[in-house]
């Protein structure tokens, strides 16, 4: 695509044009991002702070419990409880404490509480507090006190290995697979031989049933759920199989792809230039050699186009996976999957996160590695002037 | 396992039509009829898998599905149109129109007008092919992972407590208190259409953007030679250029808004006043055991919707042909 810079200056200044699309962009962006990042953050740390404070360090105010009355020790008349509430080496620091549960930071590191009774608490940074008092602790749980950590930030596979363990997100990867690929190719097959009839063939009622193919363009896909899985529940009983199975969806999507593709495909393949289809009309080739030889080989921008669309749209597909297909471990896409999860662990970000991801990746993946594709294949899909 | 089915179907139909089509005559007199004959069959053999499938997946299911919107919920017995009368009268389905209007009237349009913004912009500064790359990257995102994304962004943590969702962080750090926002009846359907407009405007911007490099540099700058300001320009010299791919644009956005389901299954299911059609008619299929004469009756709903531009699209179709 060439850019002319001189076109339509809608905006006078140049700054502002900057300006403006970097905040659209941004704003366009920063939902994606939030995720992403979300998705590698430790869980702790995800529920607390906004993505956006990943970098830093992330405060939360909590509570333990000290020893209880069997932990203690008597030295010089005084009983002693100390330990740690940090585990050792832990890159958490304390950085306030308290007594109360509404406010965990009335003492700073280096403070000390003193307590009605004589007893005192003091907390380190690391977490380690010696509580001291004049008469022996009795009950036998350790009083409660608050604090204030901050913990570093800290980033981890451990969601993805969660999520890929497990929640069976890896089985679900793989039955998306599975239902993509061939729900990819086969339709183009199908739609290549209908695109050349329709472009380079005669046949009594061809403008008809292409105006058909056209009109069939914007039926929307509800109108063919309930016969389609009457059909198919018939066809199951018939013969005894589920009526949920691979061949079913996949023979759905392609019968749900095919008027965009042909569509598609006899934009093109008309408009390849006539003279060399008909000389090799004239030596003798067959419209099966034509189609193969030639016609396909070069329609392969067009062939690669469609191949874009349809196989992010199945991939991206739920409706057509929650109707068609099981919820089984072994039949359930990535898309269905995501939607269970988020009805079950719908506050559980790390999991969500993660999911979402690994359900993206490869469409995003395909989108910039074929984007010019995609972008020819959206023009000429809707722009024939 | 799939891919060898694939193949095994691709070795097939080209078998069968190889054979049908490399079957030589063996006496002058017949060569022409075989020829003739060949000629006749063969377009069917390449179209035939093609019209097949679209019979079974699409033509069939229409009238069947006008025919079922007037039969019970097994689909079994005729009830007249005592489903329509249900929908017409039942608050929930009313709702799912209303809002479904809703979504008409917003999602096309911001998309549109974002689209064709942003297309603008991107033309006129040197990093445009990387805004307009990530401007459209939404569109790979499914409608279910797109959900994901953006009720993390409007996730709520209950009062006074520090947000992790993106528009409650915000709004706190304006002064504001946080809210939850998918639960705010009305309101909610246009947090449901961001994700929408957030997915389409790319597709906006990529059409109207070929669009705009297509409207031809002499009339502009006769417009700019006879004194119109660039605004008067955009307005009254581009726009009108372009209008039919507008309204292309417009048209095909709408039809995905009649159709939007994922989305609103995955935020809400409907809940907090937000059902639309096609989440109502899923909803119908399965629910209490599925009934099949409202769901139908709704999806005939989205199609009489659809109906105007189908024919539209076929007028359009005819003229360029002619063409």
Redesign the interface.
Known sequence: ?D???T??????G?LF??L??LV??VV?????V??FI?SFRDKDQ???????SAFSSSEKKTAGRIGGAGEQIEINGKFIICGSFLKKGSSKKIIAFGARSNEPDAYQIGETIRHKNGATFRLDADGSYCWESPKPAERKRGQRYFYVVTSPPVFTFDNYREVLGSQNLGQSFVNTL??T??AT??PI???A??A???SW???PG??F?F?????????????????????YNRIGSLFAVEAKS??GI???H???G??LA?YLLRNYMSSLPRDIIESARIDGA???QI?TRMVVPLSVPALASFAIFQF?WV?????IA??FLGKADNQIVL?SK??EL?GSYGAN?EI??A??FV??VV??M???AL?RFF?RG??SG???? | MGVGLCAFYFWGTNWLLNRLLSDKPDADGIIIRKQHLRSNISPWLFTGPALLLLGTYLVYPVFETIKLSFMDRTGDTFIGLANYRWAFTNPEFLQAVTNNVLWLVVVPSLSCVMGLLIATLADRVWWGTIARSLIFMPMAISFVGASVIWKFVYDYNGPDVSQIGLLNAIVVAFGGKPQAWITIPFWNNFFLMIILIWIQTGFAMVILGAALRGVPDEILEAARIDGANEVQLFFHIVVPQIRTTILVVWTTITIIVLKIFDIVLAMTNGQWDTEVLANLMFDWMFRGGGDFGRGSTIALVIMLAVFPVLIWNIRRFKQQERL
Not at chain 1, 28 to 32: D, E, G, V
Not at chain 1, 46 to 52: D, M
Not at chain 1, 382 to 385: A, G, I, P, R, V
């Open positions: 695509m850019r002319k810079h076109i339509h200056p809608f905006f006078s140049r044009t900057h403006f699309l659209i962009v366009w962006t920063a939902p994606t939030g995720l979300s995800l529920v607390v702070s906004g993505w956006w599975t239902v690929i061939p190719i086969i097959m199908i739609a031989f209908a050349y009839a329709f063939m005669r046949f061809r403008n049933l105006i058909v193919v056209v009109g069939l363009l914007v039926v929307p896909l509800q109108m063919s759920l309930i016969p389609v899985l009457r059909l691979y061949l996949w023979m759905a392609t019968g749900f095919l008027p042909i067959s419209h099966f189609f992010l991939w991206n597909d739920l409706l929650l109707v898309t995501l939607r988020l970000w969500l996160t999911s979402a359900a993206i469409p995003l395909v989108f910039f984007q972008v959206l023009l809707s722009l024939k002037e």
